[in-house]
């Protein structure tokens, strides 16, 4: 099924179609279910996402170094990327500041020192290129006019991200807000939302650059320890539900299992993995003669759906799905939640044996199967291992 197919049919029928979609996404087959629950771990790893490992080193990143190319970007970017990791360790700036740091010079500049031809003094300076934003110049297009500093600093990489992270030490909380809003604190741009969808390259250039070290606590300022369950990573993930991963994904006994289920006890608390905007949030339970079943009561292996359920799009269109909720969502469509924030709790409505949530993570904003990835590999991935 794909989004075109569903976007021609009228929305009864796209929802019903939807409906069996997500009868094949969920939790519990058939019979004998539970047993083959718990046996079926997951151990096939097949997946779209770039994965790695290891949390970093706190080695010091040394801009003057050979570094490790980053896929997509020129010498000067990556080295531009590894001054602002370098001032961030210097000053040492919890990890998730060198995250925000990159991202809003990568919004900024791309990642160039610009020169601004309506300051001719920072032509004579060294630059990648020439930018024209307003009165503002170098990696973070910072302003002199309104009293970021002089002309030479802000043109001088590692003064400037000083001068970012000084700003950002400022904001009351920032390690707590989703990384555009931390950006949007100390920049004031005209387009606040525009630094998140950067998150998910910046991530990769910090673990290209030190080994793995956005994956450490977000407020960590040393490197080397991976985030444990219930804490939020520097590259802005958390696990939705501590608990072991009862069945994998896409395994031989359940291939079309497009996510995982986690066990965790009724009424758990279940959070949002990263911050995103809901897409979806609704019923989905069919009995088994088609006809809409109650999402308020327990499920059972003949019913089809994915009971309550929460669809959340994330920077980079990636999406993830939480089901089987006990009771309706505390979001709903539309609502912009941070990493962390309780969007429902732990149940066993729709196609499910016993509470548990079955979760899943798509790419490219690819809702159907198709999108799937192995949850467990992309969450290692960004530090918020499961299980
Ligand atoms: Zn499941």
């Excluded at 001054?83 to 210097?90: K, M, R, S, T, W």
């Amino acid at each position: 099924m794909t989004t075109q197919e569903e976007s021609s049919r009228p929305r009864w029928l796209r929802r019903w179609i939807w409906g069996i979609a997500l009868v094949s996404a969920c939790c519990v087959g058939a019979a004998g279910v539970l047993v083959q629950l718990l046996m079926d771990q997951s151990d096939d790893d097949d997946t779209d996402v770039v994965t790695g490992s290891g949390c970093g080193n706190n080695v010091p990143v040394d801009p003057d170094a050979d570094l490790p190319p980053v896929a997509a970007l020129s010498d000067v970017q990556v080295h531009n990327a590894a001054v602002i990791i370098a001032v961030g360790q210097e000053m040492e700036m919890p990890v998730k500041g060198w995250v925000v740091a990159i991202a809003t010079a990568m919004q900024e500049t791309n990642l160039r020192n610009l020169a601004n031809p309506a300051y001719p003094a920072s032509l004579q300076l060294p630059n990648d290129g020439e930018g024209y934003d307003h009165d503002s110049v170098g990696l973070f297009q910072q302003r002199p006019a309104s009293g970021w500093g002089a002309v030479e600093e802000l043109m001088d990489p590692a003064t400037a991200a000083q001068k970012f992270y000084e700003k950002l030490q400022t904001v009351d909380g920032w390690e707590d807000m989703s990384l555009t809003v931390a950006a949007q604190r100390v920049q004031v741009s005209a387009y606040p939302f525009a630094y998140q969808k950067h998150e998910p390259k910046a991530t990769e250039i910090v673990n290209t650059l030190t080994g793995g070290g956005s994956r450490v606590p977000a407020v960590n300022v040393e490197l080397g320890d991976c985030a444990p369950p219930g804490e939020l990573s520097a590259a802005g993930w958390i696990v939705p539900v501590e608990g072991p991963i009862w069945s994998g994904f896409r395994t031989a006994a359940r291939p079309n299992h497009q996510g995982v289920d986690i066990g965790a006890p009724k009424g758990t608390p279940v959070v949002a993995a990263s911050s995103g905007t809901v897409i979806t949030s609704e019923c989905n339970a069919f009995a088994p003669d088609g006809s809409p079943y109650s999402c308020d009561i327990d499920g059972s292996p003949a019913i089809a759906g994915c009971g309550w359920y929460v669809n959340i799009l994330h920077a980079d269109d990636r999406l993830t799905r939480y089901c089987h909720f006990e009771s309706r969502p505390l979001v709903k469509e539309g609502d912009v939640v941070q990493a962390g924030q309780v969007i429902g709790h732990v149940g066993s409505s729709g196609r499910s044996s016993g509470p548990h949530l079955h979760y899943e993570v798509h790419l490219n904003g690819d809702r159907s199967a198709a999108g799937a990835v192995d949850p467990v590999a992309f969450m290692n991935n960004v530090g918020a291992a499961l299980g």
